[in-house]
């Protein structure tokens, strides 16, 4: 994949990271490559863009603060002494870990890169014709294919030697309903560090029950408004994991004193029935990686246990302003952009409870399915999710499919007032998230299916 091989990039960094000894700073230094793919198929237009690769490197070190130097050209290397300061007997002021060694590029079952781009389209055509087909409700479809290829390689002056090469894969299909005056969709995706296999998961079957979906919700009903006993499934507990608590997580935002959550670590933050992770070592997620972007190895974050919260995110720095130990959360959107503290898979650990008896339990309520939407906010702690769909629940069954389905108020309030978890291995689904509206990194968030009383739902 590189321009050089990855043997003389690591010969190059081995004596650019040499040259600074670690008694008087730190120094790490990263190569970054990537090559997208996309397809986009819709009724008027099929757009195709294979991009060339695009790489760069960006080298770091810490004195008193950060100082970094990015550059596209391999001729940057030889610059880097002059735009990076040298130090002298600085190297306590940020902490050391031990250095490790990985080279590993993951396998996908087919490689995407060897099947022509004219497979790729005609399955997509497939895919569209099929879906389109299938009802003359179906007025427009649009279908979305996404491959990255990524390598990265990072070297520091504590001994670290690290290589991966991950593929990521995408696809989308959105079937868009119409019956009289009413216009309606449901969609499906897949995500994953996938190869060209990713299409096995869009069988017939599976695009028919997109189809079907989308269909049903044209008779659906509007969701009633106030307070009532709700189960959210797994992508919507994955919205609240991800995106109305964990961001509240990220140390960063606590040490600007941007997080609700400052003042409640080892507190209790959700009812005693809940645990909460962050994981990046899970594999073949989209944002699965074998070290972070600072070159530490990914681990398991218990941030809430029985109900107590245990931990923030960290990256390098903030885990030590913490007492704390980094499990890989310092990740960058590529070279040109800075490191972060960004969640990877977030999501809340199965529960003891059947789904059929959480259901049976509720004299009234509603079941929120398919999240479609979540908004952030680590300040002030307000919960906004949106499901696609959801479900009427009447004397303990399911009855009318309703519309989409808002959730707000609170998120600290719905985490108390959670009552059950269900036992369902935990589900994760995949995309991408902004430190704001920028810095893009993949993740993945999820849970099993959640019970939660006094919890306020509107229309969407």
């Not at 849970?447 to 939660?452: E, I, N, P, Q, V």
Request: proline share 4%; glycine share 8%.
């Amino acid at each position: 994949m590189s321009v050089k091989s990855y043997e003389e990039i690591f010969a190059d960094f081995e004596e650019i990271t040499n040259s600074y000894k670690r008694k008087n700073q730190y120094f790490d230094i990263l190569y970054d490559s990537e090559s997208v793919t996309s397809i986009t198929k819709t009724p008027s237009s099929e757009d195709f863009s294979v991009s060339t690769k695009k790489s760069g490197y960006v080298a770091r070190t810490f004195i008193d603060i950060w100082h970094e130097y990015a550059f596209e050209q391999r001729d940057g290397l030889k610059s880097i002494k002059d735009k990076l300061p040298k130090a002298t007997k600085k190297g306590d002021n940020i902490a050391t870990y031990e250095g490790w060694k990985i080279n590993k590029e993951f396998t996908p079952k087919i490689d995407p890169t060897i099947v022509p781009l004219e497979d790729k389209i005609k399955k997509i055509r497939e895919i569209y014709d099929y879906v389109k087909s299938y009802d003359e409700r179906i007025i427009q479809v649009r279908v979305l294919y996404s491959e990255i290829i990524t390598e990265r390689i990072f070297f520091n002056n504590e001994g670290c030697e690290l290589r991966q090469v991950l593929p990521r894969a995408r696809i989308a299909v959105l079937p868009i309903a119409k019956e009289g005056p009413v216009v309606d969709y449901d969609y499906l995706i897949k995500t994953g560090q996938l190869g060209f296999e990713i299409f096995d998961y869009f069988s017939n079957e599976a695009l028919e029950g997109a189809v079907k979906n989308s269909l049903e919700l044209l008779e659906a009903k509007a969701p009633p408004s106030g307070r009532t006993t709700i189960i959210l499934d797994p992508k919507m507990a994955g919205l609240i994991a991800h995106e109305s608590f964990g961001h509240g997580l990220e140390a960063d935002q606590v040490l600007r004193d941007r997080s609700y959550l400052k003042q409640y670590l080892n507190k209790q933050v959700a009812n005693e029935v809940c645990t909460i992770y962050d994981n990046p070592s899970i594999e073949n997620q989209i944002n699965s990686y074998f070290f972070d972007d600072e070159g530490i190895h990914p681990g398991n974050n218990l941030l809430v246990e029985d109900g107590i919260l245990k931990s923030f995110i960290y990256d390098r720095r903030t885990a030590e302003k913490f007492n704390a130990s980094p499990q890989g959360n310092g990740r960058r959107q590529s070279f040109g952009h800075p490191i972060n503290v960004r969640m990877t898979s977030t999501y809340f650990g199965s529960g003891d409870y059947e789904l059929n008896e959480m259901i049976s339990e509720i004299k009234n309520g509603v079941m929120l399915v398919h999240g479609s939407f979540g908004m952030e906010d680590p300040l002030g702690g307000g919960l906004q999710c949106t499901s696609k769909k959801s479900y009427l629940i009447e004397n303990g069954e399911k009855t009318k499919i309703l519309k989409q389905t808002a959730l707000s108020g609170a998120v600290l309030d719905l985490l108390m007032n959670i009552d059950a978890v269900s036992k369902d291995i935990v589900q994760l689904d995949g995309g991408t998230c902004g430190k704001g509206s920028e810095d893009l990194v993949p993740v993945t968030s999820g849970g099993s299916y959640l019970r939660a009383k006094n919890a306020l739902i509107s229309q969407g």
